[in-house]
Nanobody, 113 residues
Framework: QVQLVESGGGLVQPGGSLRLSCAAS????????MAWYRQAPGKQRELVAA???????NYADSVKGRFTISRDNVKYTMYLQMDSLKPEDTAVYHC???????WGQGTQVTVSS
């Protein structure tokens, strides 16, 4: 059974930081590309960042320079460090495998004063 479990979301003020985690099980984690997507009400789900098993990364232009994706292949965990958060970052953040077959339940990030 494949499971992806996100954690770390919450309510922060603009300019604040959060670190999201995605704990994986049931896959050979080290060979999987992993990604973070987000979806806000009324908006299409969008790719935030992705990381290959070897550590190559890419980011949406909207988060480039503010977010950092990483992974720990020993702990079977992917992370998203989010700095300089903006209200427009408010969304449910989901982790997924590179081919998007498996998804976590999501974690809510709210950036508001």
């Amino acid at each position: 059974q494949v499971q992806l479990v996100e954690s770390g979301g919450g309510l922060v003020q603009p300019g604040g930081s959060l670190r999201l985690s995605c704990a994986a099980s049931g896959i050979i984690f080290s060979i999987y590309t992993m990604a973070w997507y987000r979806q806000a009400p009324g908006k299409q789900r969008e790719l935030v960042a992705a990381i290959t098993g070897g550590g190559s990364t890419n980011y949406a232009d909207s988060v480039k320079g503010r977010f950092t994706i990483s992974r720990d292949n020993v702990k079977y965990t992917m992370y998203l460090q989010m700095d300089s958060l903006k209200p427009e970052d408010t969304a449910v953040y989901h982790c997924t495998t590179g081919r998007q077959r498996y998804w976590g339940q999501g974690t809510q990030v709210t950036v508001s004063s």
